[in-house]
């Protein structure tokens, strides 16, 4: 599975952006989905996650404001990001596994958040 992620970028704090991870093969259905983000001189996080039947994991710095979605048709899956924080200023990540949790057998490369105040 080959996953490019796009749609990061500068943003004003409170604003909103939406990520998005294009998958290749025709098996993406059967693949868990997730977010990561690594922060300057922080390790990487597993904030949002996505599994069979749409079942959903968000971390608590996150709950409530970022919302994880999937479109099997277009092997694609969202983050979309409202009311952001400097905080979350970070690389986000999406990832894919089978079987593991969280889902990170798979890597896309990295798109880049900034969030100004």
């Known amino acids: 599975v080959q996953l490019q992620a796009s749609g990061g970028g500068l943003v004003q704090a409170g604003g909103s952006l939406r990520l998005s991870c294009v998958a290749s093969?025709?098996?993406?259905?059967?693949?868990?989905m997730g977010w990561f983000r690594q922060a300057p001189g922080k390790e990487r996080d597993f904030i949002v996650g996505?599994?069979?039947?749409?079942?959903?994991y968000y971390a608590d710095s996150v709950k409530g404001r970022f919302t994880i979605s999937r479109d099997n048709a277009k092997n694609t899956v969202y983050l979309q990001m409202n009311d952001l924080k400097v905080e979350d200023t970070a690389v986000y990540y999406c990832?894919?596994?089978?079987?593991?949790?969280?889902?990170?057998?798979?890597w896309g490369q990295g798109t880049l958040v900034t969030v100004s105040s």
């Open positions: 996505m599994w069979h039947g749409d079942s959903t």
């Open positions: 990832a894919a596994g089978r079987g593991t949790w969280p889902p990170n057998r798979y």
């Open positions: 093969g025709r098996t993406f259905s059967s693949y868990a």
